[in-house]
């Protein structure tokens, strides 16, 4: 669970430091979570922490048994997530 904290808050963290538009805060933290992301979830796979099932074509494409929509979930939602946090009133 606490891997997910650093998942979360540190993209988000560094992408306020950077003082840009909101736009550019989205573009950089989801992508600073999912560089983060995918090397966990492709070991999770390896190790059976999780795993998916093969009949869901959702998940069907997969990079090293690890489907790419797992990993585009979370660039989508710490982008997202950091995108309507810096356009919150403060």
Do not use: E, M
Not at 18 to 26: D, I, K, T, V
Not at 66 to 74: E, T, V
């Amino acid at each position: 669970l606490g891997v997910y904290i650093a998942f979360v808050y540190f993209p988000i963290a560094a992408s306020w430091r950077l003082a840009q538009p909101p736009l550019a805060r989205f573009v950089a933290s989801g992508l600073t979570a999912g560089l983060l992301y995918a090397p966990f979830d492709c070991t999770g796979a390896k190790f059976l922490w999780w795993t998916w099932h093969d009949t869901d074509p959702a998940i069907s494409q997969r990079h090293r048994n690890a489907p790419y929509g797992s990993s585009l979930w979370i660039l989508t939602y710490i982008g997202l997530h950091a995108l309507l946090r810096s356009c919150a009133p403060a």
